[in-house]
């Protein structure tokens, strides 16, 4: 079904991630943090889609590390990035306001998506091992 080394698979779970994170901010009653989760999770999907050889370390860190940075670049308040800020894409990508808080909901989000990995690996070797 899905394997942890093929580009679908992350591919398939980017796009969900994208439309539950969209879904997460167009209804009001989803918690503002859960968007804050999927956007780290899906970083994670991204990093391993384009890394797909890396290890789970690497994968773990170049992912916590981006999305720090880019919290920590919200700090940065000149005239150009707060008008690309004020944008659809620079509010979903780049955030608009340092919150120590994101720093834990990426922590999190990063977290949910090794779960995946995880399971998506241990799936696939039980169908492995099933099948010989």
Known sequence: MFSYKSRFTWFALICITIILGLLSRYYTAIPLFIGDVLWATNIYFIVRFLFINKTIKWVILGSLLFCYLIEISQLYKAPWINQLRHT???????GEVFLWGDMLSYTVGVGIAVIIQLLIRRNQTYEVSKSS
């Open 88 to 94: 659809l894409f620079g509010r979903l990508v780049l």
